[in-house]
């Protein structure tokens, strides 16, 4: 039933994110909490995610790692259908994951990506190319949700003129939103409006004006008013100066330094581990004076709080151990250390949980010299005074996010007036602004997409397109490679496979059908307890039908000659094992708890880390080792109805002494396996009789035959 109620945009955008499965682009102007809300759900959810950002010191602010860290990316452009541009072809073509990097990636829920601003739209669809291979190759991203959060109107994405030549084909902007993976998946835009930064209303005017490219002349003159040295009040040491140019900040900061009458003193950064020079948090060597302005660059996590990212200060005195700063604002002095910037990876614990762990790290003074600093640099930081050099400005958003760096208008001070042309947007941008709805918050509207997620979660449950691909993976190269040697085994697999195929096909289009009936009334008590009954009684029917195609998987013969074919045979038969017991214990929870999206997502991720672990023993096998005791099913090499081997106990001897005899070289350089296959049907007694088995000529006889024949010699006794 709707009602008036809207939550706030924040309360909307967490309730996507923690009760449906909808993409979100969470977006705001300057000083809108769009930080804040990504460290407080980072913390809060209970969905399994990670925390992305475009550049190394972005995803150190963040708490996360880079895009391309955590999906191998490579830099080349990526040209959707086609792959990496330039020599990168063969990294995407031999792309590699660990065990735990792949458990970890097919068991997220949730990917959050900070300053998507600065994210081209050919990242995202390599990132889709990755999640389709791992996860669901028929689901944009895999299926996985996405939180994407900055503001447009802010830090622009970086794409050189030789990349652009590149992608200007496939892309219509560089910005995010032309992926054609985010296309497809579709998503929704929340936008933050109430400004935490500035309480002024006619200064939030201005500002509102210059980003959304709304200034006027009139806008312009209220703004050039504050272009007058002599509106700085007391000293100028008391203002930072933000400028669009690295050098010109640098050249600024080193002429007031050098001005200073005071000994100089360097600090060189400490460096651990796999920490790259892109990702620097601060100065690897840094010269302080006292006297000099400064700016800390990092929180306070000491517990005292005693410092904030951006707060702005003198130095009184320093030594090669620490520095003692005096705020600006005029509070106590601050005795302030080494600081130690992590450069995250996440990984896996025992137990499956999602766990940071450091890479490398980075010691250093957590301050920056501050009479100057880029515009670039001041990203997410507030001032109380602030100079600004932005006449200059060469990219669109610049001119903003600099003047929104002020708390207020009395605090900001022009260095030149504003001319027209400062003032840049994307005419991309503002289409996109203009044109993509934005979430209301209205509780029906909420209701509606949690109505479609545990529609889409209860589906998903019953989708076993992944093991359909799976089994027909399998089924293609166990056709192609055991024909000769294994074919009343294939025709066992085949005739499991057709019968798992039809029960279970059919089933599911009729269960499919009762749901759509049901779940638009699922409120009604008495149907919501017949789809909780046909939930669980389907789940214990297809469990029961995937046993005999588990049992047929794992008796998979992995005798075979041609290394190459071997590991494609084992490679589609650990897939397979893994997707089919992924799927039992998803299903064989769900006969006992009734569903929710919440507990099937928890159920699923233990599902996935409890299939890949036990598979091990599984993989084990197929590799050339023994079944482990208790297998759920037989083999060849231990006894089986399948008859292609005569005496497969003798048979397995001889693979075990094969094995055995090739002392580390391929086996078939001993014997091929049909030829094993021949002795143990034959069973010779003599040279002579092990002369006439195909594949056994003189020279073989006179190496290996006395072996050979006491093997079967045993075997007869």
């Known amino acids: 039933m709707q009602t008036d109620h809207t939550t706030s945009p924040l309360e909307g955008a967490r309730d996507i994110i923690e009760h449906t499965g909808v993409n979100l682009f969470l977006t705001g102007k300057a000083g809108t909490g769009k930080t804040t809300f990504l460290h407080s759900l980072s913390e809060s959810t209970a969905k399994r995610h990670v925390v992305l950002a475009p550049t190394g010191v972005a995803a150190i602010n963040a708490g996360g790692v880079t895009i391309h860290s955590f999906f191998q990316l490579s830099f080349a452009p990526f040209l959707p259908g086609r792959g990496y541009a330039s020599t990168d072809n063969e990294r995407e073509r031999y792309q590699r994951f660990s065990r735990d990097k792949l458990r970890l990636i097919r068991t997220l829920d949730l990917i959050i990506i900070d300053e998507i601003s600065m994210v081209r739209p050919d990242v995202l669809d390599a990132m889709d190319s990755v999640l389709r291979r791992l996860r669901n190759p028929l689901k944009p991203f895999g299926g996985v949700q996405l939180l994407l959060i900055g503001d447009l109107r802010q830090l622009a994405p970086v794409a050189q003129d030789d990349e652009w030549q590149y992608l200007k084909d496939y892309y219509a902007s560089p910005y995010f939103f032309e992926s054609h993976a985010l296309k497809e998946a579709g998503f929704l835009m929340v936008e933050l409006t109430k400004v935490f930064r500035q309480n002024d209303e006619a200064f939030i005017d201005i500002l509102n004006r210059i980003r959304d490219n709304r200034a006027d002349q009139e806008t312009l003159q209220r703004l050039n008013r504050r272009a007058n040295q002599a509106l700085i009040e007391g000293d100028e040491s008391q203002y930072i100066r933000l400028t669009t140019h690295n050098y010109r900040a640098n050249s600024i900061n080193q002429s007031r330094l050098a001005a200073l009458q005071t000994p100089p003193l360097t600090f060189t950064a400490k460096i651990s581990g796999d920490f790259p020079e892109g990702a620097y948090p601060a100065d690897a060597a840094l010269t302080l004076k006292e006297g000099a302005e400064v700016m800390f660059i990092k929180n306070d996590i000491s517990g005292n709080h005693e410092y904030y990212n951006g707060m702005l200060g003198r130095i009184v005195s320093l030594t090669t151990e620490s520095v003692v700063v005096q705020p600006r604002d005029g509070g106590k002095n601050i005795k302030v250390g080494c600081a130690v910037w992590e450069r995250m990876k996440y990984t896996l614990t025992p137990s499956g949980e999602i766990k940071e762990t450091p890479e490398g790290t980075f010691q250093q003074i957590p301050l920056r010299l501050a009479w100057a600093i880029t515009i670039h640099k001041s990203q997410g930081l507030t001032f109380d005074k602030a100079i600004v050099d932005a006449a200059h400005s060469f990219a669109p958003g610049q001119?903003?996010?600099?003047?929104?760096?002020?708390?207020?208008?009395?605090?900001?001070?022009?260095?030149?007036?504003?001319?027209?042309?400062?003032?840049?947007?994307?005419?991309?941008?503002?289409?996109?602004?203009?044109?993509?709805?934005?979430?209301?918050?209205?509780?029906?509207?909420?209701?509606?997409?949690?109505?479609?997620?545990?529609?889409?979660?209860?589906?998903?449950?019953?989708?076993?397109?992944?093991?359909?691909?799976?089994?027909?993976?399998?089924?293609?190269?166990?056709?192609?490679?055991?024909?000769?040697?294994?074919?009343?085994?294939?025709?066992?697999?085949?005739?499991?496979?057709?019968?798992?195929?039809?029960?279970?096909?059919?089933?599911?289009?009729?269960?499919?059908?009762?749901?759509?009936?049901?779940?638009?009334?699922?409120?009604?008590?008495?149907?919501?307890?017949?789809?909780?009954?046909?939930?669980?009684?389907?789940?214990?029917?297809?469990?029961?039908?995937?046993?005999?195609?588990?049992?047929?998987?794992?008796?998979?013969?992995?005798?075979?000659?041609?290394?190459?074919?071997?590991?494609?045979?084992?490679?589609?038969?650990?897939?397979?094992?893994?997707?089919?017991?992924?799927?039992?214990?998803?299903?064989?929870?769900?006969?006992?708890?009734?569903?929710?999206?919440?507990?099937?997502?928890?159920?699923?991720?233990?599902?996935?880390?409890?299939?890949?672990?036990?598979?091990?023993?599984?993989?084990?096998?197929?590799?050339?080792?023994?079944?482990?005791?208790?297998?759920?099913?037989?083999?060849?090499?231990?006894?089986?109805?399948?008859?292609?081997?005569?005496?497969?106990?003798?048979?397995?001897?001889?693979?075990?002494?094969?094995?055995?005899?090739?002392?580390?070289?391929?086996?078939?350089?001993?014997?091929?396996?049909?030829?094993?296959?021949?002795?143990?049907?034959?069973?010779?007694?003599?040279?002579?009789?092990?002369?006439?088995?195909?594949?056994?000529?003189?020279?073989?006889?006179?190496?290996?035959?006395?072996?050979?024949?006491?093997?079967?010699?045993?075997?007869?006794?």
């Open 399 to 717: 001119t903003y996010v600099a003047l929104s760096r002020c708390r207020s208008l009395d605090g900001l001070v022009l260095d030149s007036p504003l001319p027209a042309s400062a003032i840049m947007t994307d005419q991309a941008v503002s289409n996109f602004i203009s044109l993509h709805p934005r979430v209301e918050g209205s509780d029906q509207e909420l209701d509606t997409f949690k109505e479609s997620y545990y529609a889409q979660m209860l589906y998903e449950l019953f989708d076993f397109r992944q093991i359909d691909d799976a089994t027909d993976a399998w089924t293609r190269a166990t056709a192609s490679t055991l024909s000769r040697d294994f074919p009343k085994f294939l025709d066992e697999a085949s005739q499991i496979t057709r019968t798992f195929h039809i029960e279970v096909t059919d089933v599911v289009a009729r269960l499919h059908s009762v749901f759509r009936k049901g779940l638009p009334y699922r409120s009604d008590p008495e149907v919501a307890d017949t789809i909780n009954t046909k939930i669980r009684n389907g789940a214990a029917y297809f469990a029961k039908k995937l046993k005999p195609l588990e049992d047929i998987v794992k008796s998979t013969p992995l005798n075979i000659d041609n290394q190459r074919l071997k590991r494609r045979v084992q490679d589609t038969s650990v897939a397979l094992c893994e997707a089919i017991a992924a799927k039992m214990r998803l299903l064989d929870h769900h006969t006992t708890h009734e569903f929710n999206p919440g507990d099937y997502l928890k159920a699923k991720t233990g599902a996935i880390l409890a299939s890949t672990a036990s598979q091990a023993s599984v993989t084990h096998f197929l590799s050339g080792g023994r079944r482990p005791a208790g297998s759920p099913a037989a083999n060849y090499q231990s006894g089986s109805s399948r008859n292609d081997v005569k005496n497969p106990e003798l048979y397995q001897a001889l693979v075990d002494w094969r094995t055995q005899a090739a002392d580390g070289r391929p086996a078939f350089v001993v014997c091929y396996n049909r030829t094993l296959m021949e002795i143990a049907a034959a069973m010779p007694a003599t040279m002579t009789d092990l002369l006439a088995i195909n594949g056994i000529g003189k020279r073989k006889c006179e190496e290996f035959g006395e072996a050979i024949l006491e093997v079967v010699s045993r075997f007869r006794d």
